[in-house]
T-cell receptor, first 112, second 112 residues
Framework: DSGVTQTPKHLITATGQRVTLRCSPR?????VYWYQQSLDQGLQFLIQ???????AKGNILERFSAQQFPDLHSELNLSSLELGDSALYFC???????????FGSGTRLTVV | AQRVTQPEKLLSVFKGAPVELKCNYS??????LFWYVQYSRQRLQLLLR??SRESIKGFTADLNKGETSFHLKKPFAQEEDSAMYYC??????????????FGRGTQLTVWP
């Protein structure tokens, strides 16, 4: 157990639907990062939050949004899902001033 | 712009043979370099970071700033080393604006 918890582990949904992925960072880590891993695109950075504030944005589609709550857990919302959104979605956390990013086990999203 | 290049998508060696997974980066400042390992598309696990100069599972990596490389090496490969290996670069030195830039990964297969 890395200390970063992601739920659910697997998700199967239909095109056009909306899903929410959840991430709880390691205790004490203020930064949360979301990455998408697909077979053809590798690991793509989506978005970063630090202590509730958005800090960096990567290749995140407008259909996707995220937030970090006061208890530091984060949610990634994916809407109007398309087949191409099928991927592994990883969350990572990091402690300020400390090297090393710790990853969760990921959520495997399948859009049918 | 920051960039991480892993030139080999696939690498196969026999058990007991030396293995080297190549990683080159481009960044104008002082980078933090990491190697992550992923078994069967599970959680990304931190293998090495250049700051710590550790040896994990027999793997070592040296940062060569002149050649902008951070190659991963192991003198005697084992079957259990078969996995996907990602080289990653962080530019933030622990600030709140950091993120990881990943290479495309190298799939290592160690044959018996």
């Amino acid at each position: 157990d890395s200390g970063v918890t992601q739920t659910p582990k697997h998700l199967i949904t239909a095109t056009g639907q909306r899903v929410t992925l959840r991430c709880s960072p390691r205790s004490g880590d203020l930064s949360v990062y979301w990455y998408q891993q697909s077979l053809d695109q590798g690991l793509q950075f989506l978005i970063q939050y630090y202590n509730g504030e958005e800090r960096a944005k990567g290749n995140i589609l407008e259909r996707f949004s995220a937030q970090q709550f006061p208890d530091l857990h984060s949610e990634l919302n994916l809407s109007s899902l398309e087949l191409g959104d099928s991927a592994l979605y990883f969350c990572a956390s990091r402690r300020q001033g400390k090297s090393g990013y710790t990853f969760g086990s990921g959520t495997r999203l399948t859009v049918v | 712009a920051q960039r991480v290049t892993q030139p080999e998508k696939l690498l196969s060696v026999f058990k007991g043979a030396p293995v080297e997974l190549k990683c080159n980066y481009s960044y104008s400042g002082s980078p933090e370099l990491f190697w992550y390992v992923q078994y069967s598309r599970q959680r990304l696990q931190l293998l090495l970071r250049h700051i710590s100069r550790e040896s994990i599972k027999g793997f070592t990596a040296d940062l060569n700033k002149g050649e902008t490389s951070f190659h991963l090496k192991k003198p005697f490969a084992q079957e259990e080393d078969s996995a996907m290996y990602y080289c990653a670069l962080s530019t933030d030195r622990g600030s709140t604006l950091g993120r990881l830039y990943f290479g495309r990964g190298t799939q290592l297969t160690v044959w018996p």
